[in-house]
C-alpha cells in the first residue's frame, strides 16, 4: 500500500506559534501544509477548499472561538481531525473539545516536542484507519488507544547536536535574566529560523528554558524565552 500524505491546514492568528507548527508539518514526510489562516472565516473558507485530513485548531481568534468550528457541519461532514490547541485550561472547554472529538487537546504556552507527539501519533491512527476496511475488536482498541496513548516526556531528541544545543546555551548562561526572542538567537549564532526555533523549545522541554509571552498594544504577542532559575543553580 503506498504511503499517504495527510493535509494539514493551521487555524491560529498568532503568527509565530503558526510558524513554529508549519516548521514541524513541513519537516515531516508525511505531513503537507496546505495553509495558514487567523480567523474562523478563513478557516471556513480553507476547509471547503483545501478539505484537510487534519486541523491544527486554536480556540481565541479574532472573529470568534475555535470550538464553534468544531461543531460546524463544515468539519462535521469532512473526514478530518482536530487537534485543539488553547490557552483555555477550563474544564468546561475541555469537555466540550472531547465532546466535539479532539483528536488532541493541548495547553498553551505550547509544548514543541508534546505537539510533534500529537501529529505522530495523528498519522499512526490514520494509516490504521486505512488499513482495515473490516474491523475486530482488536482493531478498535487499537485505534482507541493511539487516541489516548500518554505522552512520553522522555522521548527521543532525533535532530538535535551537541555543538549547537551548547552554542544557544552559552548565550543565556552568560546572560541569566536576560530574554531572547529567535529573532536574536538567529542573528547571533546564524542559525536559520527554523533550526533556531527548534533548539529553543527543546531547552524548554529539558527545563533548561521557560517561555514568556509579551503582549503589546499592537500586532501579536512576542514568544519570548528565559533561563529557568533551577537551571542557574547546576
Same mark, same amino acid.
Given at each position: 500500500?503506498?504511503?499517504?500524505?495527510?493535509?494539514?491546514?493551521?487555524?491560529?492568528?498568532?503568527?509565530?506559534?503558526?510558524?513554529?507548527?508549519?516548521?514541524?508539518?513541513?519537516?515531516?514526510?508525511?505531513?503537507?501544509?496546505?495553509?495558514?489562516?487567523?480567523?474562523?472565516?478563513e478557516?471556513?473558507?480553507?476547509?471547503?477548499?483545501?478539505?484537510?485530513?487534519?486541523?491544527?485548531?486554536? +480556540?481565541? *481568534?479574532?472573529?470568534?472561538?475555535? #470550538?464553534?468550528?468544531?461543531?460546524?457541519?463544515? @468539519?462535521?461532514g469532512? %473526514?478530518?481531525? /482536530?487537534?485543539?490547541?488553547?490557552?483555555a485550561?477550563?474544564?468546561?472547554?475541555?469537555?466540550?473539545?472531547?465532546?466535539?472529538?479532539a483528536?488532541?487537546?493541548?495547553?498553551?504556552?505550547?509544548?514543541?516536542?508534546?505537539?510533534?507527539?500529537?501529529?505522530?501519533?495523528?498519522?499512526?491512527?490514520?494509516?490504521?484507519?486505512?488499513?482495515?476496511?473490516?474491523?475486530?475488536?482488536?482493531?478498535?482498541?487499537?485505534?482507541?488507544?493511539?487516541?489516548?496513548?500518554?505522552?512520553?516526556?522522555?522521548?527521543?531528541?532525533?535532530?538535535?547536536?551537541? +555543538?549547537? *544545543?551548547?552554542?544557544?546555551?552559552? #548565550?543565556?548562561?552568560?546572560?541569566?535574566?536576560? @530574554?531572547?526572542?529567535? %529573532?536574536?538567537? /538567529?542573528?547571533?549564532?546564524?542559525?536559520?529560523?527554523?533550526?533556531?526555533?527548534?533548539?529553543?523549545?527543546?531547552?524548554?522541554?529539558?527545563a533548561?528554558?521557560?517561555?514568556?509571552?509579551?503582549?503589546?498594544?499592537i500586532?501579536?504577542?512576542?514568544?519570548?524565552?528565559?533561563?529557568?532559575?533551577?537551571?542557574?543553580?547546576?
Open positions: 500500500m503506498q504511503a499517504e500524505i495527510y493535509d494539514v491546514l493551521i487555524v491560529e492568528d498568532e503568527r509565530s506559534l503558526a510558524r513554529l507548527h508549519a516548521d514541524l508539518i513541513d519537516n515531516h514526510e508525511k505531513l503537507r501544509l496546505v495553509g495558514i489562516v487567523g480567523t474562523l472565516h478557516a471556513r473558507e480553507q476547509l471547503q477548499l483545501k478539505r484537510p485530513r487534519l486541523v491544527l485548531l486554536d +480556540n481565541y *481568534l479574532p472573529d470568534g472561538q475555535g #470550538i464553534t468550528l468544531m461543531e460546524s457541519d463544515i @468539519l462535521r469532512l %473526514d478530518c481531525s /482536530v487537534i485543539f490547541i488553547t490557552a485550561s477550563d474544564m468546561d472547554t475541555c469537555s466540550q473539545a472531547i465532546r466535539c472529538g483528536f488532541d487537546y493541548i495547553l498553551k504556552p505550547i509544548s514543541w516536542k508534546r505537539l510533534r507527539h500529537s501529529l505522530e501519533r495523528f498519522i499512526q491512527f490514520a494509516t490504521t484507519q486505512r488499513a482495515f476496511k473490516i474491523v475486530d475488536q482488536q482493531n478498535v482498541d487499537n485505534l482507541y488507544q493511539l487516541q489516548s496513548k500518554s505522552f512520553n516526556q522522555e522521548a527521543g531528541c532525533k535532530g538535535i547536536e551537541e +555543538n549547537t *544545543l551548547g552554542l544557544i546555551r552559552q #548565550i543565556f548562561i552568560h546572560g541569566d535574566s536576560d @530574554l531572547h526572542s529567535v %529573532d536574536d538567537i /538567529v542573528s547571533q549564532t546564524g542559525l536559520s529560523k527554523t533550526t533556531a526555533r527548534r533548539y529553543l523549545e527543546y531547552c524548554v522541554e529539558t533548561f528554558l521557560c517561555v514568556e509571552m509579551r503582549y503589546g498594544n500586532g501579536h504577542p512576542r514568544r519570548l524565552y528565559r533561563r529557568t532559575p533551577q537551571s542557574q543553580t547546576k
